[in-house]
């Protein structure tokens, strides 16, 4: 097995077993962007191996608020599975979990394929539908501290997203205000302009970086466009919910 094998069966174990490990750049200082993407790969492939199913994309590290909790100030991508999916309204057990966070988001479904340079207008005729999300974020690495090629290789962090209802995307999103409550109490507040300024904006990002990996955004594919305030930590019991200024708003429950 490749040293790229053997780490991507470390994150891969890391998440299946919810057990943090020692950042990959500790053992391999010089791993880059470009190794990150392929042990990403393997280890997502891993899952596919068990039967799971891609459904999208994540962009990750697109807000300020983002790159200044977690020390990386570039972007990254990652792929999203069915496994990930949580029902909206519905509740997740933290014993799944080692260290979560919850970020409120933007969802786009995508009514055709994206690839390559595209214009904000080309993004946007290929969206079907937007609606408010939430990711949960769960580092595999101890202490959730890590350099771009580390969070690259953890699939930018991604252990699980809902999605609200599906809104008509010929709105303007450039700038709608966004609170995240936990039990009942508002705890971030943003404006989806905290997304490169504008949402669609990652999309045109993912859209590129994707390319640049051989491979394309799909028809129906849900693509994630990046937290938009800093993501506060999962406790038991809390009561979490993201609404969105013209969108609506989506739930989740953390059990005891
Ligand atoms: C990296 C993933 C960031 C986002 O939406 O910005 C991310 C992390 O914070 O662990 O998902
Ligand atoms: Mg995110």
Redesign the pocket.
Known sequence: MSWLADFAETLDQAAVGARAVPQLTHARPDLTVEDAYAIQKLSIDRRLDRGERLVGI??????RA??R??G?DQM?W?RLTDAMMLDEGGSLSLANFIHP?I?P?IAFLMGAPLAGRVTMVEALAAVAAVAPAM?V?D?RYED?K?ALPD?IADN???SGFVIGGWNDPSQDLSNLGVILEIDGAVTEVGSSAAILGHPLRSLVAAAAMVSQGGGRIEEGDIV?A??ITA?PALHGGQAIRTTIENLGSVALRVQA
């Open positions: 994540k962009m990750g590290l697109t807000s983002k790159m909790q977690v990386v990254a990652g966070r970020e988001e990711e974020i580092s959730f890590f969070v930018s962090s991604s994630l990046g937290g993501a």
